[in-house]
């Protein structure tokens, strides 16, 4: 049953399919030539109109990209920088981190 329906809905496409198949074969190759051309002619239209319109895009979002990454005021990293003169794995071998006495913000009412 449900074959049968799939079948129903693909058949116009197959029957433009099959014509296709069949126009194909009584075409001359002089035809062929000219369709084989055109078709590629129309990928390296496409595919130029594709990287006018990125290169276009790329213009477009670089202020933005140059903007976030520009951007300050961030909050700091929680580890805490080095001694100047000190390497920085003894130095984090000595440091203790602190606890915090309350829980942060995001895990306020939060039941464990």
């Known amino acids: 049953m449900v074959l049968r329906e799939l079948l129903e809905a693909?058949?116009?496409?197959?029957?433009?399919?099959?014509?296709?198949?069949?126009?194909a074969k009584g075409a001359s190759v002089n035809a062929r030539k000219t369709l084989a051309?055109?078709?590629?002619?129309?990928?390296?239209?496409?595919e130029q109109i594709a990287a006018g319109?990125?290169?276009?895009?790329?213009?477009h979002t670089r202020d933005l990209v140059d903007h976030a990454q520009s951007v300050r005021g961030r909050r700091p990293s929680r580890a805490t920088p080095p001694a100047a003169g000190k390497?920085?794995?003894?130095?984090?071998?000595?440091?203790v981190a602190k606890k915090r006495k309350d829980p942060p913000t995001s895990n306020r009412g939060v039941k464990s």
């Open 37 to 46: 051309q055109d078709l590629d002619q129309n990928i390296r239209d496409a």
């Open 53 to 59: 319109q990125l290169e276009i895009l790329a213009n």
């Open 10 to 23: 693909a058949e116009p496409a197959l029957r433009q399919a099959v014509a296709l198949m069949e126009a």
């Open 87 to 95: 390497a920085v794995g003894h130095a984090r071998a000595k440091t």
